[in-house]
């Protein structure tokens, strides 16, 4: 499932990761041959805005819909 990606939220989200740490880690699946996001679309798109290059997730068992 695709999902929007709101620039304000991100900008919000980089603003609390600056200020808090990163609180929740992004989930992951692993398909095969790599890693997909399941959960923390704003959550990464912050991340890489700030110039991570790492974080934080969970790999999770989860099907595709």
């Given at each position: 499932r695709r999902k929007t990606l709101h620039p304000e939220t991100v900008?919000?989200?980089a603003e609390d990761i600056l200020e808090n740490g990163m609180k929740t880690p992004i989930q992951v699946r692993h398909d095969g041959k790599r890693h997909v996001?399941?959960?923390g679309l704003h959550r990464l798109e912050a991340a890489k805005w700030l110039g991570e290059?790492?974080?934080d997730a969970y790999l999770v068992q989860a099907?595709?819909?």
């Open positions: 900008r919000h989200l996001l399941v959960e290059t790492t974080i099907k595709r819909h």
